[in-house]
């Protein structure tokens, strides 16, 4: 059997991919994908799985599944037409723009619980030097304010 030929169960992609069947169907559902029908099992081709890889690809850098059925659509229109390669370059840029902003505030975050952290090291560290203060215990409510 040539790679051409190469098929796959709805399990092997499932697991392959690391999702349910359930979510196999619902892409099929969506028109995402659509594997062959021998009785009542599903047969996934090349096609299907290299879709399913462009899908998975799409849901880890976040796009919106209308989203990537736009851009997976176009794996199958001839390459190079200016509007699809500029439509997807419209949205890389975008959800370029949407991560980096997510950062900022995960790195504005991470920073405040530094502070905050740092803070209540200061406090504790001064209560245990003027008094002889044990430490906190998990049902001890910490008196630092915030």
């Not at 190469?6 to 992609?13: G, K, V, Y």
């Not at 690809?57 to 699809?84: A, H, K, N, S, T």
Request: with cysteine; aromatic share 4%; glycine share 4%.
């Amino acid at each position: 059997m040539t790679t051409r030929e190469r098929t796959w169960s709805i399990a092997e992609l499932a697991t392959e991919f690391e999702i349910t069947h359930r979510t196999l169907r619902h892409y099929e559902e969506l028109g995402l994908i659509s594997p062959e029908r021998r009785g009542t099992t599903r047969v996934f081709s090349k096609r299907d799985r290299t879709r399913l890889a462009l899908i998975m690809r799409g849901r880890r850098l976040g796009f919106p599944l209308e989203e990537i059925r736009r851009i997976v659509d176009m794996y199958d229109d001839q390459p190079g037409r200016v509007g699809q390669l500029q439509y997807l370059l419209d949205q890389i840029s975008d959800r370029r723009a949407d991560l980096e902003a997510r950062r900022r505030d995960i790195e504005d975050s991470l920073a405040e619980l530094a502070e905050l952290e740092r803070r209540c090291e200061t406090d504790l560290a001064t209560l245990r030097g003027s008094r002889s203060v044990p430490a906190r215990s998990q049902d001890t409510p910490s008196r630092t304010t915030v």
